[in-house]
């Protein structure tokens, strides 16, 4: 490699491509570092991201790949051949829907354009450490030296555990998600769902779907193509999984909700990629270290809101944020100095969140919300709904619905949990 | 074939193995994953064996077999694996799963 640098960013994803983009937009010389073939080739995500953080982080995203933006959501709670579904429609335009493969491509591209330098093909195994700081990066007997480095490695973040920088990730650190993309007819989706050309749809459901462990599903429609998946949090899976996750995604496939939709398609591809999960147990003690800042998903900037996810904007925000700090850090690239990125990104919306939704993993750990819930509501429901001659009232259906599951003064405890979490 | 059968015939599962057919990969010649199975016998749950979305783990008994060729490199069997028996890095330049739709 040879060169100098003023920056190595390693990984091509949202937050390195954010990185890079942002810091050769200001003048800097940079390397952007990706193992894969091409940017993208290794990313995968559920299916939608938010826009305006975006637009912050790149100029022209009207240039970019997106398929839909989101006008409808809906929520499924599931049990069974059973769900409950509840929906919104709205003026939307807020997220869209993409491939993440091609968005992130095309942010490295941005970066590229800018002046980057993008070097693919190539694994960064670990930092050079030089005088107890970050001086660069070190891939197999190559060493790439830079004033400072931005790590933007990924859930998987190796290179900062063989640093020492960070724990070895634990299940409680991560959850997995698993998704089939799903080829349908041109046509089909807006028939389907009452979309228009570039509208799309954003499911998530919850409940039977993933045994009674906490997770759920995802479906998400592109532009001739259906996003399936389904997200299962690691810590209860290790001992709570009763079948192979293959088998529960299939069964999503063929299953009550989705199968009418996808049973003339083609699947396209299958793939599988861990999330961060409990953001306080995942984020590093601390995301700068003497040359080196940590962003994206390395650094656990993933926002489970309970019905929504939000990653891939984060990152590009982060990225951008690392970016500004190593310009106004004006060659003193300390910790001390480069501090500033930790307190722009907690005073960001990315911090702010991560702050007001960190309950929500606790939330999900609650066994009940991934099965006596959902067999509650659709147990009230069938009762309210179907009936041949009397019907029930609420109060009936509803101690009927819950009678031998789950107690009265439970679900009030766990009504307030969520009140308070959510 | 009946539209009722054909319906039928859509409703069932897809293999694993046929799922991946989608998939490309350029496999590294050099395993990027290590097991090492004497600590497997002694694994209660096992967990890489449901948890890998590839089934690059299965058993033979108290055994665990293994192959790399296709993983996706998500990570997840080097987190659940109580006895920590695996290394695992990330396929040399460029090798391994190459995601086109995701």
Redesign the interface.
């Known amino acids: 490699m040879g060169d100098r640098f003023d920056v190595v960013v390693i990984g091509a994803g949202p937050a390195g491509s954010s990185a890079a983009y942002n810091l050769a937009k200001r003048g800097f010389k940079v390397a952007l570092i990706e193992?894969?073939?091409k940017p993208?080739?290794?990313?995968?995500?559920g299916g939608r991201v938010y826009a305006k953080p975006l637009e912050e982080a790149f100029d022209g995203l009207d240039k970019a790949p997106i398929h839909r933006w989101v006008v409808k959501e809906r929520l499924s709670i599931v049990n069974g051949e059973e769900y409950v579904t509840l929906e919104y429609s709205g003026s939307g335009g807020k997220s869209f829907t993409t491939?993440?493969?091609d968005l992130t491509d095309w942010m490295a591209s941005k970066a590229v354009d800018a002046g980057a330098t993008l070097i693919?093909?190539?694994?960064v195994d670990r930092l050079l450490i030089r005088d107890g700081r970050v001086a660069g990066i070190v891939s197999g007997s190559d060493e790439l030296e830079a004033d400072v480095v931005v790590d933007a490695e990924g859930?998987?973040r190796?290179v900062l555990e063989k640093s020492g920088l960070v724990e070895r990730?634990?299940?409680r650190?991560?959850a997995?998600g698993?998704?089939?993309?799903i080829k349908v007819e041109k046509g089909d989706i807006e028939k389907f769902f009452g979309l228009g050309e570039d509208e799309g749809l954003a499911w998530v459901f919850m409940g039977s779907v993933s045994d009674g462990l906490p997770g759920g599903g995802f479906f998400y429609t592109n532009r001739d193509?259906l996003s399936l998946g389904l997200v299962?949090y690691?810590e209860k899976?290790?001992?709570g999984?009763k079948?192979?996750?293959?088998?529960m995604v299939?069964?999503l496939?063929?299953g009550p909700l989705f199968?009418k939709y996808v049973?003339?398609g083609r699947?396209?591809?299958?793939?599988?990629?861990?999330i961060p999960a409990d953001p306080r147990a995942i984020r590093p003690p601390r995301l700068v270290w003497d040359g080196l800042l940590v962003t994206g998903d390395a650094a656990g900037l993933l926002i489970n809101m309970g019905y929504t996810y939000r990653g891939v904007d984060t990152a590009a925000y982060s990225g951008m944020l690392a970016a500004k700090a190593i310009e106004e850090a004006e060659g003193d690239y300390s910790a001390s100095s480069l501090k500033r990125y930790e307190e722009m990104l907690m005073k960001s919306y990315v911090g702010r969140d991560l702050e007001k939704f960190k309950g929500v993993h606790d939330l999900y750990m609650n066994p009940r919300l991934f099965k006596e819930y959902p067999i509650l509501l659709t147990g009230l429901l069938r009762r309210l709904y179907e009936f041949d001659y009397g019907g029930y009232r609420l109060s009936e259906a509803f101690s009927e619905a819950r009678r031998g599951l789950v107690s009265l003064p439970r679900i009030i405890l766990d009504l307030l949990e969520v009140y308070r979490k959510l | 074939m009946s539209s009722q059968a054909a319906?039928e015939r859509?409703?069932?599962?897809?293999r694993?193995e046929d799922?991946?057919n989608?998939?490309i990969w350029?496999v590294d010649p050099r395993p990027h994953i290590r097991l090492d199975t004497s600590k497997c016998r002694d694994c209660n749950?096992k967990?890489c064996?449901?948890?890998?979305?590839?089934?690059c783990y299965t058993t033979h008994g108290d055994d665990v077999l293994f192959s790399y060729e296709g993983c996706?490199?998500?990570?997840?069997c080097?987190?659940?694996c109580?006895e920590e028996a695996i290394t695992?890095?990330?396929?040399?330049?460029?090798r391994?799963?190459?995601?086109?739709?995701?």
Do not use: Q
């Not at chain 2, 996706?72 to 997840?76: A, L, M, P, R």
């Open positions: 193992r894969g073939r993208g080739s290794k990313n995968m995500f491939y993440l493969t693919t093909e190539v694994v859930v998987n190796l990730l634990t299940p650190h991560v997995l698993v998704k089939e993309v193509s299962i690691l899976a290790v001992e999984m079948r192979h996750i293959y088998d299939e069964d496939r063929i199968s049973e003339n699947v396209m591809e299958y793939s599988a990629h861990m | 319906g859509k409703r069932r599962k897809i694993l799922l991946l989608n998939n350029d749950y967990p064996v449901l948890l890998c979305p590839t089934g996706v490199e998500c990570g997840t080097r987190v659940v109580p695992w890095e990330y396929p040399r330049s460029g391994g799963i190459h995601f086109r739709f995701s």
